[in-house]
């Protein structure tokens, strides 16, 4: 199957590093970033143990905290004015 796959991918034009395991990691981390629990990653993908569904989910998770971290530096710098100044309004 991964033979095929990646035969697949090829003649599509995607990037050579493209695997039935990264498809199926991109899946996860998706229906985590969706709220997705371990036992429903465990049902739709077919894992046995939590330790697999856990590592999507941390995964998701840093992702997240990755974009609220960015989402504070947009808001720092609209609280800037045109000089680089921080304001003294405080924001909630």
Request: proline content about 3%; glycine content about 8%; aromatic content about 6%.
């Amino acid at each position: 199957m991964s033979t095929i796959f990646k035969r697949w991918c090829k003649d599509a034009g995607l990037p050579g590093d493209c695997t039935t395991h990264g498809l199926r990691k991109a899946s996860a981390i998706r229906h985590a970033l969706n709220g997705a629990t371990a036992p429903e990653l465990m049902a739709w993908h077919g894992w046995k143990t939590i330790g697999e569904p856990q590592c999507y989910i941390e995964e998701a998770n840093k992702i997240r905290l990755s974009d609220n971290a960015a989402a504070k530096m947009m808001l720092a710098e609209m609280r800037t004015n045109g000089e680089g100044q921080v304001s003294n309004r405080t924001w909630v």
